[in-house]
């Protein structure tokens, strides 16, 4: 998702990624009826925009310039339905980057 790209890439880590961490704009539909036919509803995407949201356990990674080494944290957190494998086996240092994947 262009959002994760975006943060991952000023090294910071969203580390709570879960459906309840998007916003979705407002979706049109549209209903078309025939006569003596069944109504067809069709959903109108060329405007739908999503926005990644609740940064409030993201964290910040310093790395030192042109530095291409992953962001290592032992920061395990976020919703239990969500955690990745390595968090919630309390991996120390792992992938702070790939964890919001």
């Known amino acids: 998702i262009e959002c994760i790209e975006f943060v991952h890439k000023y090294n910071i880590c969203h580390m709570d990624i879960s459906i309840e961490n998007f916003l979705i704009n407002d979706i049109k539909i549209q209903e078309e009826c025939a006569q003596n036919k069944k109504s067809k509803i069709s959903f109108l995407l060329n ?3 999503i ?27 976020g919703k239990q339905n969500y955690q990745s494998p390595e968090i919630a086996a309390r991996k120390p240092n792992f992938n702070a980057k790939a964890n919001d994947i």
């Open 47 to 49: 405007d739908v925009q």
């Open 51 to 77: 926005k990644c949201c609740d940064f409030g356990l993201a964290h910040a990674y310093i790395e030192e310039r042109g530095d291409n080494k992953p962001c290592l944290s032992n920061k395990y957190c």
